[in-house]
């Protein structure tokens, strides 16, 4: 009795009708029609409704061309869903005992399977090592550590994707294979995401709590909330070694950044100091690099703000005039897009050849607000051009001003607080206003005095804070800093040297200039959820005056007291000891993971052996933000290059090229795309997301227009396999669900194809060893060529890793050269009796093998059909295909036979033209006749060994060859398949010329009009000219197909009823 449940979808979720009985697939049927039978009304109708549009498509100039396979498309319907129901334990194996189902469902493939891959150590390098195909070498990746704070999106699964591809090739090759998953405790977006969560459920903010309590309130929401990440990682297939999985806030971890930072302090690369560094107002912390958004703005725009009660302006520039000390009529107007930092500025400047100030070089201007007297300066700096020449100096708020304080002895003046208020250095009228409330009442002074000057629509870049929607100000904190201009001329020359291998290779300059610019990186955070900064302040009870701060290092209280007590010479146990409550950026742990997940600074077996790693797979916006972090530490703490390659993929766009954003409603979840998802549902997830109302209307919106009827489920085969078909290294990746779609039906293809050969193998099918098998025919020999160099090109992709070629390489054959061809060919002569048992053999080994290199893209797919195929006597088995050998194009080289394939393509040309005969004539069930006809001797030799499946893919009846010079058949059609051949086909008693003619004038007359609407056009420039000329050209042959197909017909007309009969 059959296990299986048909579970039917609930009702129409994308406004399709459902289709309930599951689809029969005609090509691979395994009873194919003969020929003549009686075909019902429903079929009859259901081809002709096809021809039409077939004949649609050819009048509207759709030409067919080979499509890679994340382009085609097909229209989706509703499928059933088969579930796997057979009682089966987490990690046993799945029962593959009964039947495949009717139909490809991913649910039902997809099931049971990685828990006992996870189950059997498949993934560990341990049992790699006792393969049979073990090479004895290691390949070692980590998985960019996602944060732990939500979920995956669509660009995570590309990178999980192409490492996963790529770690399963390595071990189904024999590595012994090491791929290390984690999570990132994400500083600040988990803290964010807890703050909101207290304050919504219990009304609480952090400050209420004591630090020991809200982290005790984080650790619990890790706990529950963490896993998810996990769940998405094997719902893609993910082959991680889970036993090594780490967290990089876990004890481990935590043991090496403490160890880091205190080798870096000794090293003298850490150091305090107050310096500028990013900061968030709304966070109260500073921030990194790649936590600022920078915003373009064409010129006045509004914008809301955190803490900001009404909508704030900015792309205005400001001019405000600074009186000449001592000339009453004279003054210098600078122009200024932060009123607000207007109290902290200490000079005016102006380049020192700027003639328009050369006779105030060395005087004194008022300062507009204070009154004060600040000095006039030159600068070389200055771009005379811009504005009036003349810029305001604010060393304690902008970069580029303080490094010109710096040069000229000027002291900054910090006036913006760290909760974005003004501070009292402004005076009493300004001190606590919010900063852009104190703009409105600057500008209203300034107007007051006499001293404004005018504003007018300027194009500027805003620095946003990405994890609040603040401005970023740019504030003097005392921090810890990592210098890293000497680790930085290191990076740079391991990429020149090509100790460090960049790919694609364009990244190269963007990492030199990176490195030659780098400035040190600020490590303190203001946060209470990291890794605490082990470094303590000195406490002196008894020091007198303005002494310097005294900070020591360690790695515990007790070794920071033994260090505090030889630089004071006083007794330990007497001294008072603070710890920073700052906390490290999560990127300095997130630099660290290569080795510190492999146990550093223990000596680990791990670390031994898979240190430094093989390769990092990352997307390029991590580049400088991530590797060039881990190649900094690596270098430093190691002694090593962490890694010796890294491939970077693109970025994950929409199907529009837009940038994946929770505001555009685009981002999508891999769970929704595999299992399918309703717009209802996606709606409730952006409604319970953090956008506020004006973004969530657009993005509702987005999402409404985008995806009209939800997602339909398409599999993680699919997903993974469409993913990989770009070529992500190159241009950004813009992904559509039609894409992934397309590999789904890809997938039903192959399960359609496995059906179809089990069903020819039999129970009792024992397989030849590969090495003996010979084939029987041209056509066999046809295959396995194909085959093997499928295997070589598939090992070259690999190599070179440019997995969208593997793709390329498998959809081709799959669907191409097996299921379009060989498995068409081969249909007649297993119909033979009795059954010859060549084509058979060949059919177990196209699946075998092709099964095996299809497994690194589509695991579950490749592990639920490879599981039924027979084993070859006389060896062992693999229990699991993702352990089995991959194919070798050396062991498949005696299969290549490049001349034969050269051969079959011309006959493949020729099953084109004959179709395309058959098309224009509308010989819809008809099996015509054909002859061939070559005035090359050699050419008729080519095609008399494939005759047999050329006139069954052509859909055609016998196929002879007529021997050169000799008169063709009256009445038969003629069409040249070269300059040298020609075929001919029998019309007599198939076509009725009468019925046919008005049909062909109908075509005929939609043509032309067409051609002559596209010869009216004014020819354009680029490609869409191009574009032109090839449509007029498609038309001008179709017209004359069908000339000459009408002028036969005629023909045929004037024929005696007798000369017809001949």
């Not at 009304?41 to 759709?62: D, F």
């Not at 955070?525 to 701060?549: C, F, M, N, S, T």
């Not at 192959?750 to 099918?765: D, P, S, T």
């Amino acid at each position: 009795m059959s296990h299986l449940s048909l579970a039917f979808l609930r009702p129409p979720l994308w406004g399709l009708r459902p289709s309930w009985g599951l689809p029969r697939s005609h090509a691979l049927s395994t009873q194919p029609e003969p020929y003549g039978s009686p075909i019902s009304r429903r079929n009859r109708e259901a081809k002709q409704k096809r021809l039409r549009e077939k004949q649609a498509a050819l009048e509207a100039g759709i030409v067919g061309k080979s499509k890679s396979p994340a382009e085609s498309s097909k229209a989706w319907t509703l499928k059933e869903i088969v579930l796997y129901e057979i009682p089966t334990e987490r990690g046993e194996r799945k029962d593959v005992s009964g039947p495949l189902p009717p139909a490809y469902s991913p649910q039902y493939v997809e099931a049971a399977w990685y828990p006992w891959w996870v189950r059997e150590g498949f993934f560990k390098p341990e049992y790699q090592a006792r393969l049979p195909q073990a090479t004895g070498e290691t390949f070692s990746m980590c998985i960019p550590p996602p944060n732990v704070t939500g979920s995956l999106h669509i660009g995570h699964a590309l990178t999980v994707a192409i490492q996963d591809v790529l770690v399963r090739w390595h071990r189904m090759r024999g590595d012994q294979v090491l791929w290390v998953p984690g999570s990132d405790h994400a500083g600040i977006a988990t803290q964010a995401v807890v703050e909101k969560q207290l304050w919504k459920e219990r009304g609480v903010r952090r400050h209420e709590l004591s630090r020991e309590d809200f982290l005790r309130e984080v650790w619990k929401w890790k706990e529950e909330k963490g896993g998810e990440i996990c769940e998405q990682l094997q719902a893609l297939g993910a082959s991680l070694d889970w036993d090594r999985e780490c967290f990089t806030m876990d004890a481990g971890s935590s043991v090496a950044v403490t160890e880091a930072f205190v080798r870096l302090y000794e090293a003298g690369l850490l150091y305090r100091n107050q310096q500028l560094v990013n900061w968030s107002c709304a966070l109260r912390s500073a921030i990194s690099d790649i936590e600022v958004e920078n915003r373009p703005l064409p010129g006045h725009t509004e914008l809301r703000l955190p803490g900001c009660p009404t909508p704030v302006s900015f792309g205005l520039l400001i001019s405000v005039a600074f009186p000449v000390d001592g000339e009453p009529d004279a003054e210098v107007v600078v122009g200024t897009t932060r009123p607000e930092t207007l109290p902290g500025d200490v000079a005016v400047a102006v380049h020192p050849d700027d003639s328009r100030y050369a006779h105030l070089h060395g005087r004194q201007l008022r300062h507009p607000l204070t009154g004060q007297l600040i000095p006039l300066i030159t600068d070389s700096a200055v771009q005379p051009h811009v504005g009036t020449g003349a810029v305001k100096v604010t060393p304690a708020h902008s970069p580029a001003d303080a490094e010109m304080g710096a040069r000229h002895g000027l002291s900054p003046l910090s006036v913006i607080a760290e909760d974005g208020t003004m501070t009292s250095v402004c005076g009493e009228w300004l001190q606590g206003l919010h900063r852009f409330v104190a703009r409105e009442k600057i500008l209203s002074v300034l107007r007051e005095r006499g001293l404004f000057r005018g504003l007018q629509n300027h194009p500027m870049v805003l620095p946003l804070c990405s994890r609040s929607g603040d401005v970023v100000e740019y504030l003097l904190k005392s921090q810890w800093f990592v210098r890293c201009q000497e680790m930085g001329e290191q990076a740079a020359k391991a990429v020149e040297s090509g100790a460090l291998e960049l790919s694609p290779s364009f990244h190269q300059k963007n990492w030199q200039h990176w490195f030659s610019h780098i400035g040190d990186w600020c490590v303190s955070r203001q946060l209470w959820w990291g890794h605490q900064i082990p470094a303590y302040l000195v406490i002196d009870d008894h020091a007198k005056g303005d002494k310097e701060d005294c900070w020591v290092v360690g790695r515990s209280e007790a070794e920071a007291r033994e260090v505090a007590a030889k630089l004071t010479g006083r007794p330990g146990a007497e001294l008072r000891l603070e710890r920073d409550p700052d906390v490290l950026d999560t990127w300095f742990s997130s630099a660290l993971f290569p080795f510190s997940a492999l146990g550093w600074p223990q000596e680990t077996l791990d670390l031994a052996r898979f240190y430094p790693l093989s390769l990092l797979e990352t997307g390029s916006d991590l580049l400088l933000f991530w590797v060039g972090r881990m190649v900094l530490l690596g270098t430093q703490l190691t002694g090593q290059l962490p890694f010796s390659k890294v491939l970077l993929h693109s970025m994950v766009r929409d199907r529009q090229g837009r940038k994946m954003s929770k505001s555009l409603g685009n981002v999508l979840d891999p769970r929704d795309i595999i299992s399918g998802v309703e717009l209802q549902v996606l709606q409730e997830k952006l409604r319970d997301g953090n956008l506020d109302p004006a973004e969530l209307a657009i993005a509702a919106a987005a999402q409404r227009k985008d995806f009209p009827h939800g997602i339909p489920e398409c599999g993680t085969d699919a997903l993974r396999f469409t993913l990989c078909s770009h070529g992500a290294q190159g241009d950004d990746l813009n992904l559509s669900i039609s894409e992934v779609l397309s590999s789904r039906h890809f997938c039903n293809k192959i399960w359609n194809a496995l059906r179809f050969i089990l069903g020819v193998l039999g129970e009792k099918f024992v397989p030849q060893p590969a090495e003996e098998l010979s084939p029987s025919s041209p056509v066999d020999a046809w295959i396995l060529s194909r085959l093997a160099l499928t295997a070589l090109e598939c090992e070259r992709a690999f190599l070179t890793r440019e997995l969208s070629l593997v793709t390329h390489a498998l959809h081709r054959f799959w669907l191409h050269n097996l299921c379009d061809v060989y498995l068409e060919a081969v249909k007649p002569v297993l119909s033979h009796s009795p059954r010859p048992p060549g084509p058979p053999q060949i059919l177990f080994s196209c699946a075998d093998i092709g099964l095996r290199l299809l497994a690194p893209l589509m695991p579950f797919l490749a592990e639920e059909l490879w599981q039924r195929l027979p084993s070859r006597p006389g060896c062992s088995p693999a229990p699991s295909v993702s352990v089995a050998p991959y194919p070798s194009a050396c062991s498949l080289e005696h299969w290549r036979q490049p001349e034969l394939e050269r051969h079959f393509s011309q006959v493949q040309e020729a099953v084109q033209a004959l179709r395309a005969l058959r098309a224009t004539y509308q010989l819809t069930k008809a099996r015509p006749r054909v002859l061939l006809q070559s005035s090359e001797p050699g050419e008729q030799g080519l095609f008399e060994a494939f005759l047999e499946p050329l006139g069954t893919l052509s859909r055609c009846g016998a196929v002879g060859l007529l021997p050169p010079g000799v008169a063709a058949p009256s009445g038969w059609a003629q069409a040249p398949l070269s300059d040298t051949l020609q075929a001919y086909m029998e019309l007599q008693g198939l076509v009725d010329p009468q019925t046919h003619l008005p049909l062909l004038a109908s075509r005929r007359h939609k043509l032309q009009k067409q051609l002559d609407g596209l010869m009216a056009q004014n020819p354009v420039e680029g490609e869409a000219e191009t574009k032109r000329q090839q449509r007029l050209s498609v038309l001008q042959m179709e017209l004359s197909k069908l000339d000459k197909a009408a002028s036969h017909l005629r023909e045929l007309m004037n024929e005696s009823p007798s000369s017809r009969e001949l």
